[in-house]
Nanobody, 127 residues
Framework: QVQLVESGGGLVQTGGSLRLSCAASGRTFDIYALGWFRQAPGKEREFVAG????????YYTDSVKGRFTISRDNAKNTVYLQMHTLKPEDTAVYSC????????????????????WGQGTQVTVSS
């Protein structure tokens, strides 16, 4: 059992910034990849960003490249999503996810490959 708890969501105006955090607890982790996903009303869950155990390999969906940055602090079992230049279309419930992997360099982008999920945090960008 792994628990993931997101925080940092809220209401921000267009062009603003927000940093989301996701803290993991429960069982001892070995090597695991982390990712952020989002889901807006009426839309499918969408991959946003992923990061390898090493923290050096990352991957972003095209719509957030250059605006969002994913990072992790393994000593704190925490992953972050720094969001800049926010747009109304970024409005969604953002969830973090984790999955054990075999390599330090592996980044996972498919939602169905993740095993553990947080409850989500609402991000609303006003126009």
């Amino acid at each position: 059992q792994v628990q993931l708890v997101e925080s940092g969501g809220g209401l921000v105006q267009t062009g603003g910034s927000l940093r989301l955090s996701c803290a993991a607890s429960g069982r001892t982790f070995d090597i695991y990849a982390l990712g952020w996903f989002r889901q807006a009303p009426g839309k499918e869950r969408e991959f946003v960003a992923g990061i390898s155990w090493s923290g050096t390999n990352t991957y972003y969906t095209d719509s957030v490249k250059g605006r969002f940055t994913i990072s992790r602090d393994n000593a704190k079992n925490t992953v972050y999503l720094q969001m800049h230049t926010l747009k109304p279309e970024d409005t969604a419930v953002y969830s973090c996810a984790a999955v054990f992997v075999s390599e330090y360099s592996t980044v996972v982008t498919a939602s169905d490959e993740y095993d553990y999920w947080g409850q989500g945090t609402q991000v609303t960008v006003s126009s």
